[in-house]
């Protein structure tokens, strides 16, 4: 049964409520924002990482799903400290190729894979989200509290504001002040 049929049973199973929401191709969650028109803070960004931990914590290492709001950055030591892991990084695409997972195409869904997820407590503050579907086509409208009640994920602040936001934030600015200029000099 391919992924996106498991994952329609899975949430069905769990009467969750979602839209499917089919959109031209897109391999980012950025992209997915613009193409949408909705903010990044409504997009799941979703990562796997890899984990490895104290010997003292006898915890085998392993993959991790990350989810946080597209307008965060990932900020791997405050993640390694949540986990009180000895070591986090990204999963290189290999290994993604190896868990049956397309580069790009990762869902936040990662009860679905026997993995654990971990979520930034930023995504808790938008009342919807789009997640992935492990499709480049589609993505999936959902309640974050139905999200997080089905993954029962470790919650934790592992991002911070991306400087993207900030950039945008910038150019309007930017635009503003040569409207202004352009006026004066007509004066």
Do not use: C, W
Not at 21 to 27: A, G, I, L
Not at 84 to 105: C, F, N, R
Not at 178 to 183: D, E, I, S
């Amino acid at each position: 049964m391919p992924i996106a049929n498991k994952l329609h049973t899975h949430l069905g199973e769990r009467k969750v409520r979602f839209e499917v929401v089919e959109h031209k191709k897109v391999f980012t969650a950025y992209d997915l924002a613009q193409t949408l028109g909705a903010s990044l803070d409504q997009i799941a960004k979703t990562l796997l990482v890899r984990v490895e931990f104290p010997a003292v914590q006898k915890k085998k290492a392993g993959y991790y799903v990350v989810v946080l709001p597209a307008s965060y950055r990932l900020d791997l030591i405050k993640l390694k400290k949540a986990l009180k892991a000895a070591a986090v990084k990204l999963a290189p695409e290999k290994a993604m190729a190896k868990l049956g997972i397309e580069p790009g195409a990762l869902s936040p869904f990662g009860s679905l894979r026997g993995l654990a997820v971990v979520v930034d407590k930023g995504l808790l503050k938008a009342k919807d989200v789009f997640v992935g579907a492990e499709s480049f086509t589609e993505s999936l409208r959902m309640k974050v509290k139905d999200y997080v009640k089905v993954e029962q994920p470790t919650l934790a602040s592992i991002g911070k504001k991306s400087a993207l936001k900030l950039q945008k934030k910038m150019k309007k600015v930017i635009k503003k002040v040569k409207k202004l200029v352009k006026k004066a000099n007509k004066r």
